[in-house]
C-alpha cells in the first residue's frame, strides 16, 4: 500500500459501493480477501482506499469509482484532515484555472518533485491574488492589527501527501470546471459537519445583496467583517473589490479560495484576512460602498473591556450584552459617505432597553434606514424571526431623513396550508423567498429612491400610499424617539384587517352563508345498522406486487413547476411548495421529480394521522414533495376513492404506523383493504368522495367563520365597522 494512502470507513464502502453498511459487514465476515483495517477503531476501522476500489473491481461489484466520489472520499480520509485537504484543493484548482500551462508542467514529474514545484507555483500564485503572506498595511492606509492572509503558502512536505487527492481534483476540473470542483468539495465537507458552521441560506444572502445594489450607488467594494463561509460576498453581482475577515482561520482560507475561484471579473480585488474583527480590525481605514454581514449573536466576550475608549463607538459605547450594535457601529465606522450596510439581526437587538440609547443616536442622525422582520427559519437559529438591519453612512453630502422604514414579511412568506388552518412546522425548508424577496424590494426601492431624489418628490411619489398594512410603513423617527426606542416592525405595524373592510366582509358573509347551506346538503345520512362486515383482507404491498398499484416516493426534483407539499395535503388546498432550479447537492444525477396524475391516492408519511388525497385534475401535474408516499391503482382493478377511504381508517392506520421513536411513521403497505369486485368497491368510494366534499366544506367554513369573527373585532376597533 502506498505511503500516505486514503482511508476510508465502512460507511464510505458503502456509498461507493451503493449498499448499505449491512452489506459491507458481511464482505468482511463472508470474504477472507477482503482488505484488512489500516486505522482506526475496533468498533470503527478504516481501510486503505486503493485496496478497497481494487477489491470492489475484482469482485464485480464496481466497475469504477466514480470521480467524484474518488476525490471526496481522498479529501475526507486525508491525513492531515477534510478542511486542510480541502484548501490544498481550492489553492490546486486556483491554479489549475488561472495558470493550466503551469499546471500541466508541474503534474508531469513524480509526486515528491511535484509536490516542490507545487508549493513555489502556489507561493508565486497566491501572493499575486492574495498579497504577501505578511505585510505591513491593508492597501488602504493602515496596518493590519496583527492579521494575516487568510491563506498561508502550505509548504512541499504538507503538500505531498495531498499529491494524489490534487491530481484527482484537476480531473474533476477538467470534467465540471474548476470553481465547480471546489462547490462540490466544499458542500460536502458542509453537509458532513452541519453543526460546525452557521451558515446564510442562498435566498437570505441574495436578498442582502440586493438591498445594497439597489438604486445609484453600486456596491462595487464590498466588506464581510464576519464572513464564515462567503455567503454574502458570493451573492454580489458586480463587484471590484471584495474584504472579508473571519477569526476562524479554516473558514477565512475557505472563503478565500472559494471569492477567489467564483470572481467572474479578473480585475476583482479579494482580500481576506484571519483575526478577532472587532479586537483587530484587519481593514481599520478601509471605506466601501457596502457592509454585509451576518454576525455572531449574543456573544459576551466580544471585547467590551478593551475597546471602551475606540473610535468606532460613535453612537455609542454598547454595553457587554449588546454585541450586535458594536458590529452594527464597526459595518457604519467601514462606510463611505452615503454608503449601505445591511445585517442580520436577533430581534432582541430591536427592542432590548440596554441598547435604546444607541438606537436613538442612530435613528436621529439618520443612520439607520429600515429594520425588516423576517419569518421564522429564515436563519439560524431557524426558530426565530430574525431581523434585517440596514444602515447608511451620514455624511456632509447626505441628507438626514426624518423617517424609517419597517417590514413585517411574515405574512408574505406564509404557506398556503397554514393560511388554511393547518399548522406549519418546518418552515427553513418551505419559506417563498420570492415573495420575501418581492416584499421587502417593493417597500426598500420606492423609499431608497424618495431619499435619494429629495423632499420635493416626496408628493409625486406618494410616500403615504407606499404604506402596505400589514407589510409595510414609512415612521416618523418622532414617533420611535420614546422611553423604549422599540424598532420591532410587529409593534408599528398592526396587521391589516382580517376582512378588507366592511364592504369585504359582507362579502365574506355571504360566501359563509352560502358554504353553511352547502353544508347542510352534503351532511351524510345516517348509515343503516347492520352486523359487522367479515372481508378477506389485502394489503397495499402485496397489491404492488401483483400490480394492482404502483407506489411511489416523494422527492420534488429540479426544475420549473408547482410541487404537493404534506401541508398541501394535510390542509387539502393547492400545491403551495416549489422546485429548486438547480440540485442543491452536485453529487450524482439530478432527483427526477414524481408528477401526480388524476386519481392517484397521496398519504403523509409522518404524523400518524388518518389522510388520504385523491388527486384531481386542478393537481395534477404537480410534483410529490418529500414525506409523501403516492398509490397509483390500477384503474381496471381498483377504485381511487375506495382506496383513499380504507386508508383513512383509524385501526388501519395504527396498525400500519412505526412508533419506534418520537416521530410516528407510517408504512403504506401495511394497510389494509378488502377484497372486493370493483362495482362493490365503486359504491364505497361513492360514500367516500361524499364524505371528502363535506369535510372541505366544513374546513371552509370554519376558515370564512374565523375571517369574518376576526374581521369584525378588528373593524370595531378600528372604526371601519360601526355597530347597528
Not at 441574495?206 to 438604486?215: D, N, P, Q
Not at 427592542?351 to 442612530?362: F, N, T, V, Y
Not at 388518518?610 to 386542478?618: F, H, K
Request: proline content about 9%; glycine content about 10%; overall charge negative.
Amino acid at each position: 500500500m502506498p505511503e500516505n494512502s486514503t482511508e476510508v470507513t465502512a460507511a464510505g464502502i458503502a456509498r461507493l459501493a451503493g449498499v448499505g453498511r449491512a452489506a459491507v459487514s458481511n464482505w468482511r465476515r463472508r470474504h477472507a480477501d477482503f482488505p484488512k483495517p489500516v486505522g482506526g477503531t475496533e468498533t470503527s476501522p478504516s481501510f486503505a482506499l486503493p485496496e478497497v476500489e481494487q477489491w470492489l473491481r475484482d469482485q464485480g461489484k464496481l466497475a469504477e469509482v466514480p470521480l467524484r466520489e474518488r476525490v471526496w472520499q481522498q479529501l475526507a480520509g486525508h491525513p492531515a484532515g477534510a478542511v486542510p485537504a480541502l484548501v490544498h484543493a481550492g489553492c490546486a484548482l486556483l491554479l489549475v484555472r488561472d495558470r493550466p500551462t503551469a499546471w500541466l508542467e508541474i503534474t508531469a514529474v513524480s509526486d515528491g518533485r511535484m509536490a516542490k514545484m507545487l508549493h513555489l507555483a502556489l507561493n508565486d500564485l497566491l501572493t499575486a491574488r492574495f498579497g504577501p503572506a505578511t505585510e505591513a498595511g491593508d492597501g488602504s492606509g493602515g496596518g493590519t492589527n496583527g492579521c494575516v492572509r487568510a491563506v498561508h503558502t502550505p509548504t512541499a512536505d504538507e503538500l505531498l501527501p495531498s499529491v494524489p487527492l490534487l491530481r484527482a481534483a484537476a480531473e474533476l476540473a477538467a470534467e465540471t470546471g474548476a470553481r465547480q470542483a471546489f462547490e462540490f468539495l466544499l458542500g460536502r465537507q458542509l453537509d458532513a459537519n452541519p453543526r460546525q458552521f452557521t451558515l446564510t441560506p442562498p435566498g437570505l444572502a441574495e436578498l442582502m445583496a440586493a438591498l445594497v445594489e439597489t438604486g445609484s450607488r453600486p456596491a462595487r467594494t464590498v466588506l464581510d467583517p464576519a464572513t464564515g463561509t462567503g455567503a454574502l460576498l458570493r451573492a454580489l453581482s458586480r463587484p471590484t473589490a471584495l474584504y472579508a475577515q473571519d477569526a476562524d482561520p479554516d473558514l477565512a482560507a475557505l472563503t478565500a479560495l472559494r471569492l477567489a475561484l467564483n470572481s467572474t471579473i479578473e480585475s476583482c480585488t479579494v482580500a481576506v484576512r484571519t483575526g478577532d474583527t472587532l479586537r483587530a480590525d484587519a481593514f481599520p481605514q478601509l471605506a466601501v460602498d457596502a457592509v454585509l454581514c451576518h454576525p455572531p449573536f449574543n456573544e459576551r466576550n466580544w471585547g467590551h473591556d478593551e475597546l471602551a475608549y475606540d473610535p468606532r463607538w460613535e453612537y455609542g459605547f454598547p454595553v457587554r450584552t449588546e454585541s450586535e450594535l458594536a458590529w452594527v457601529q464597526h459595518a457604519l465606522a467601514h462606510l463611505r459617505e452615503g454608503g449601505t450596510a445591511v445585517l442580520l439581526m436577533p430581534p432582541a437587538a430591536a427592542s432590548r432597553r440596554s441598547g435604546r440609547r444607541i438606537r436613538a443616536d442612530l435613528l436621529r442622525r439618520g443612520a439607520l434606514r429600515a429594520v425588516v422582520a423576517l419569518p421564522a427559519g429564515a436563519a439560524p437559529p431557524y426558530g426565530i424571526p430574525l431581523h434585517l438591519w440596514v444602515l447608511r453612512k451620514p455624511g456632509a453630502g447626505v441628507r438626514p431623513s426624518p423617517e424609517l422604514l419597517l417590514v413585517d414579511t411574515a405574512e408574505p412568506a406564509e404557506p398556503a396550508a397554514a393560511t388554511a388552518g393547518v399548522p406549519a412546522s418546518g418552515g427553513r425548508d418551505r419559506l417563498d423567498w420570492q415573495a420575501v424577496r418581492s416584499a421587502v424590494l417593493d417597500a426598500w426601492e420606492p423609499f431608497e429612491r424618495a431619499e435619494r431624489t429629495g423632499p420635493e418628490s416626496d408628493a409625486a411619489l406618494g410616500r403615504t400610499g407606499q404604506d402596505r398594512p400589514g407589510v409595510s410603513r414609512v415612521v416618523p423617527v418622532i414617533e420611535l424617539l420614546d422611553d423604549d426606542v422599540d424598532l420591532a416592525p410587529a409593534r408599528h405595524l398592526p396587521p391589516p384587517t382580517a376582512g378588507g373592510g366592511a364592504a369585504e366582509l359582507t362579502r365574506v358573509r355571504d360566501r359563509l352563508t352560502e358554504t353553511l347551506r352547502l353544508t347542510a346538503t352534503l351532511t351524510p345520512p345516517l348509515a343503516d345498522l347492520s352486523d359487522p362486515a367479515r372481508w378477506p383482507l389485502t394489503t397495499v404491498g402485496e397489491l404492488a406486487r401483483a400490480g394492482a398499484l404502483q407506489l411511489r416516493t416523494g422527492g420534488s426534483g429540479t426544475g420549473p413547476g408547482p410541487v404537493l407539499t404534506e401541508y398541501d395535503v394535510l390542509g387539502s388546498t393547492a400545491p403551495s411548495g416549489t422546485r429548486p432550479a438547480t440540485p442543491a447537492s452536485t453529487d450524482g444525477p439530478p432527483e427526477e421529480p414524481v408528477l401526480v396524475e388524476p386519481g392517484d391516492v397521496v398519504v403523509p408519511v409522518l404524523g400518524g394521522g388518518t389522510v388520504a388525497r385523491v388527486i384531481d385534475e386542478a393537481t395534477a401535474g404537480s410534483a410529490l414533495g418529500r414525506n409523501l408516499q403516492l398509490l397509483r391503482p390500477d384503474p381496471a382493478t381498483l377504485d381511487p376513492w375506495f382506496l383513499a377511504g380504507f386508508l383513512r381508517g383509524t385501526a388501519n392506520n395504527r396498525q400500519a404506523s412505526s412508533y419506534a421513536s418520537t416521530a410516528t411513521r407510517l408504512d403504506a403497505r401495511r394497510l389494509q383493504l378488502p377484497r372486493l369486485p370493483l362495482a362493490e368497491q365503486q359504491r364505497y368510494g361513492a360514500q367516500f368522495r361524499a364524505l371528502a366534499a363535506f369535510e372541505d366544506a366544513l374546513r371552509l367554513t370554519g376558515r370564512l367563520g374565523g375571517q369574518l369573527v376576526q374581521g369584525m373585532y378588528d373593524g370595531l376597533t378600528d372604526g371601519t365597522v360601526t355597530p347597528k
